[in-house]
Each structure stands twice: as C-alpha cells, then as structure tokens.
C-alpha cells in the first residue's frame, strides 16, 4: 500500500512566526505518527525559514525505529549560518530515504524538477555518498521529463513525481492530461527500475483521483493541504483521513 509520509514544514513555519517552540514540530510528528502515518518528512533549506537542523536531529530520534523518515532539499546548496549542507545534514540524521529538490532560496516552494541533461553529472557523485550512507535517493522530477531514466544511470532508487500540476488542473476540473501525463512518467521510471513516489499540493480532494490513475505509488509526501485541513478537522482525524482514502483505492 502507498506510504503517506506526513510534511511537517509548516508546523514550522508557524511556530518561528512567532519564536519560541509552539506549536511543537515534534508533538505533531508524534501525533501523526500515532495516527497511523508511515513516514514523516522535512524540506529544511539554508535560509531556515521554517524546518532547522535542530528539528531535524530531534525528530530523527523521534522516529527511529518506527516510521521512515525522508529529508528533502538541494543536494547543491552549500553550509551556511548553522545549515550545515544538505549532505552533512542526512549524514548526522540517516533518515530511510533523501529527496533530492532543485529548489533555491528565491522559490517560495518547490515548483520543478531536476533537468537531467544539465545535472545528471553534478548529481552522480552526491547520490553515490547518500546511498554509501545506507541512505534511498530519490530525485525530484517534472511529469513527462524527457531525461527520467537516467536518474536509474546516475543511482537514484526512486523519483518522487511534482503533482503541482496535476493539482492545478484537478482543480479547474480538467486532469484528464496531467493524469495521464503523470501515469505514463510512472510507468517509464518503473520501466527503468525506479521506484515512484509523488508530491506537492496532493489533498483530500486530488489523493484518491491520482493514485487510482498511476500505478504503483509507493509513497506520497503531503504537508500543506494536510496541514492547513487539520486547521479544520485536527491533525489525527486529517491523517486517518487520507489513510481511508489510500486504503479505499486499494482495496476499489
């Protein structure tokens, strides 16, 4: 069954709103978790402007041994201020999995992937200390990327599919081609021995549509919808509520 890997960043992102610890990044991980989550995941970036090296080290005891643990972020971005750099990072951390993301300082999130014809060779050499660390790569990609296979030339395990799109256009109520889009790209990197994940601005609304239309996701990293609908609902209801979704389309 697809793992839901709950994004805390925005937990985050509230609480150095304000400074001091609350709420706690910790607690909601925890809950998740408690809740029935399989993985939790964190997108730290040099500027801290939300998840720090701090909750990272914290939150790798809290889930040792329990769930899988992902850290997202630029495999380029250098040390700096107390980020220590990516790689430094998930080598004192040793999550289960790192995604690596094209992302840099001036995007106020993830919104593409990597280009494999411009940064397959820079990536290589990166992948290959992760994955001596014990550590899955997983590369973030476009859906329809022309490159996709070589992420299995350069090393990476899996590809975590960017859904914004697709989200976009389910939105409008038209994501007939974006789902199409998205299961054809999944089909060809398990063609070429990838795994496929998938994320960013899948919700409540989108989940059950996308995981019927593509094979084989093994796991989708949620934060902003879910986080924002816990708002609402509470963050345990909003966890068991995309795991009934997950399991309906098992079992549909």
């Not at 990536?123 to 994955?131: S, V």
Request: with cysteine; charged share 25%; hydrophobic share 45%.
């Amino acid at each position: 069954m697809t793992v839901l890997s709950v994004n805390v960043n925005k937990v985050a992102v509230l609480r150095n709103s304000r400074g001091g610890d609350e709420p706690r990044v910790d607690q909601a991980a925890e809950t998740a978790i408690r809740a029935g989550a399989g993985g939790i995941t964190v997108h730290p970036r040099p500027d801290q402007r939300h998840i720090r090296p701090s909750d990272v080290d914290t939150l790798a005891r809290l889930v040792a041994g329990r769930v899988e643990f992902n850290i997202e972020g630029n495999p380029f971005a250098p040390a700096r201020g107390d980020y220590p750099g990516f790689l430094a990072l998930v080598e004192r951390a040793r999550p289960q999995q790192a995604t690596l993301v094209p992302d840099g300082d001036g995007q106020i999130t993830s919104d593409h992937g990597f280009d494999l014809a411009r940064d397959a060779a820079r990536l290589r050499p990166l992948i290959a200390e992760l994955k001596a660390m014990g550590v899955r790569v997983s590369l973030f990609m476009d859906a329809g990327a022309p490159d996709l296979e070589r992420a299995a030339e350069i090393g990476a395990d899996r590809v975590e599919i960017y859904t914004g799109p697709y989200a976009e256009a389910h939105a409008a109520g038209d994501a007939g081609a974006e789902l199409e889009r998205c299961a054809e790209t999944a089909r060809r990197a398990q063609a070429a021995g990838l795994g496929v994940n998938a994320g960013h601005d899948l919700s409540q609304a989108n989940l059950g549509d996308f995981l019927r239309a593509v094979p084989e996701v093994l796991e989708v990293s949620i934060g902003h919808a879910l986080i924002g609908e816990a708002l609402y609902a509470g963050l345990e209801a909003t966890v068991k509520a995309y795991l009934a979704i997950i399991a309906s389309v098992r079992q549909g």
